[in-house]
């Protein structure tokens, strides 16, 4: 493998979690605005039913009445009911959002989180550890090879094949971090 290959896939791969690490703030947003948005409906839900439940009462007296009252209590009470089945679906509708949607995804980053940023880290650890390893063997490389102008022809040849022998070497190891990362897993549980 060359170092072509080895430099361009690990960007990419920091650039990823850079990517990560940049959604984190949003997703902790959304699931907290969810949660206040729900709590938030909650409470103006159970004033809405409070108000609706004494227009529900006065279309009920209303619609008892002998007079051209009647006919306006009939219909408030439809109005009532007609928004008791609204409500009703809309509260169906938020619970199914929060319980199938903000709760599953909440307890799922909270673990993924935390094992994505270990490893993160460890990625990061054995990448420079790597890439240390590969600029030393560049700069053993190339100083052998400036001795090897003023010098003439001699044992040079075989140290230069050692230390190019090497140089690959340590970019196939850079190359094998990159390749093990992107073999793991990435969601882990159900």
Same mark, same amino acid.
């Given at each position: ?47 809405? =039913? %409070?108000? /609706?439940?004494? $227009? ?8 008892? &009445? +002998? ?45 993924? =989180? %935390?094992? /994505?940023?270990? $490893? ?8 420079? &550890? +790597? ?60």
């Amino acid at each position: 493998m060359s170092g072509a290959q080895s430099e361009p896939t690990g960007l990419l791969l920091e650039e990823l979690f850079t990517s990560v690490d940049g959604l984190a703030p949003n997703v902790k947003n959304l699931m907290l605005y969810a949660k206040n948005y729900h709590r938030s409906l909650s409470a103006c839900t159970l004033e809405a =039913s %409070k108000f /609706f439940e004494q $227009l529900y009462m006065i279309g009920q007296n209303a619609s008892k &009445l +002998r007079s051209a009252t009647s006919h306006i209590g009939a219909a408030l009470t439809e109005v009532v009911e007609s928004y008791r089945q609204v409500e009703l679906q809309r509260i169906d509708k938020l619970r199914s959002l929060i319980n199938d949607f903000i709760h599953p995804m909440e307890s799922k980053w909270d673990s993924e =989180s %935390k094992a /994505f940023s270990l $490893l993160q880290k460890n990625f990061k650890d054995d990448r420079e &550890l +790597r890439v240390g390893f590969v600029q030393k063997a560049e700069q053993d490389l190339s100083r052998h090879r400036k001795k090897q102008r003023k010098q003439p022809q001699s044992d040079f040849d075989t140290r230069e094949d050692n230390l190019q022998s090497q140089l690959t070497e340590r970019l196939y190891e850079l190359d094998q971090v990159n390749v093990t990362f992107l073999r793991r897993p990435w969601i882990t549980g159900g």
